[in-house]
């Protein structure tokens, strides 16, 4: 951990990468922050566009840097890479992606890391594993976004079925984050109230099955709606590893549906997926067991193996 205070160091100055630093400069999450890009211009230019911000937020140290200054680094937040393009599914970048991750990591490592890894290039779950392996850290310090966004998502689009606000909405997206990820209806509530119970207090506004369904796909295709409007998701994205980062600095023990490797939960192993984890200052806490439905668990499997196989394509 860094001795000078908490270090955050992006590497990746895209679109997601630049809107992630600019929700940590609004939220006041971290003392130091470091870009590091390819394009060292575009780095430069984000960090003197973030600094003359600076009047008017907590104070922060922003800098354009190199891997020596992982060294000290709390977190790295990897967002470089190949993005999604229309037609394109998370697994397609497997190949250029890992390859640009292998450099990376090795990189970042050889400057003496010893934080937490976070990844949000896609495919996230794939480039944890990955960067889990190209880095040899304990798991439970090599965190991917997993589906942090897909249950936002879903939290979103019920509570605004249900005229319900979304913080007071509680459901989780887990799996892939991609095609074969799911919803866990049978864990679902709201206020403490589970689905079945809440249409039974409010059959007005009880959901149908197909509406369901309907809410889902919309989570599920959401990415491929937004790059087909804008070309590229990232408002989203940046705010979820800004509420990651400062649930890691602040050892906030939240509870959040990240990538992280299973280690024989729910009969699987050797793989990152999304599931609901306890988040702290030393990374992964806990996985959280939920007693599935025997549907969501056939599915969470087929999620699984989906995954396991894309990991034979990456060079260890």
Known sequence: MSKKGDRVVLIGAGQVGASYAFALLNRGIAKELVIIDKNKEKALGDVKDLNHGLPFVSPIHIWAGDYSDCKDADIVVITAGANQAPGETRLDLIGKNSRIFRGIVEDVMNSGFNGIFLIATNPVDVLSYATWKYSGLPPERVIGSGTILDTAR????????????????????????????????SHANIGGL?????????????????????????????????????????????????????CILRDEHSILTVSTLMQGQYGLDDTFLGMPCVVGRSGIVEVLHLDLAEEERQKLQASAHVLKEAQRSIVL
């Open 154 to 185: 879903l939290r979103y689009l019920l509570g605004q079925h249900l005229q319900v606000d979304t913080r007071n909405v509680h459901a989780y997206i887990i799996g892939e984050h991609g095609d074969t990820e799911l919803p866990v209806w």
């Open 194 to 246: 589970r689905l079945p119970e809440y249409a039974k207090a409010h059959p007005d506004k009880a959901p149908k099955k197909e509406e369901l369904d309907d809410i889902f796909t919309n989570v599920r295709d959401a990415a491929y709606q937004i790059i087909q409007l804008k070309g590229a998701t990232y408002y989203g994205i940046a705010v979820a590893l800004a509420k990651l980062t400062k």
